[in-house]
Nanobody, 127 residues
Framework: QVQLVESGGGLVQAGGSLRLSCAAS????????MGWFRQAPGKEREFVAV????????YYADSVRGRFTISRDNAKNTVDLQMNSLKPEDTAVYYC????????????????????WGQGTQVTVSS
């Protein structure tokens, strides 16, 4: 059974940085993709970034491209999200999620709905 556990959320001032980590277990993930999503109060959950376990392909939402970096450590089965230049509008619960990597291109990743989700970690950016 796939299990995902996020860590690293917290409170930071605007312009600061945070690093989230997601530990994955329960299967071999070689043909999977791992994504980060977020949900702000009163808003729908939205795609943030994705990385393929094999090959390391990455893609980002326009709102975070250039500020956030997703990376994976295949040996440790962890995926990190380095978040720099944080803004108050980045405040949300952040979730990692995974599923078999679809044949997806570009903005299509924003419609990806993986089956397996972590419990989420709160990120709050104060102004």
């Amino acid at each position: 059974q796939v299990q995902l556990v996020e860590s690293g959320g917290g409170l930071v001032q605007a312009g600061g940085s945070l690093r989230l980590s997601c530990a994955a277990s329960g299967r071999t993930f070689s043909n999977y993709a791992m994504g980060w999503f977020r949900q702000a109060p009163g808003k729908e959950r939205e795609f943030v970034a994705v990385v393929r376990w094999s090959g390391g392909f990455t893609y980002y939402a326009d709102s975070v491209r250039g500020r956030f970096t997703i990376s994976r450590d295949n040996a440790k089965n962890t995926v990190d999200l380095q978040m720099n230049s944080l803004k108050p509008e980045d405040t949300a619960v952040y979730y990692c999620a995974t599923d078999i990597s679809p044949l997806m291109a570009g903005s299509g990743w924003s419609r990806w709905r993986p089956r397996y989700w972590g419990q989420g970690t709160q990120v709050t950016v104060s102004s």
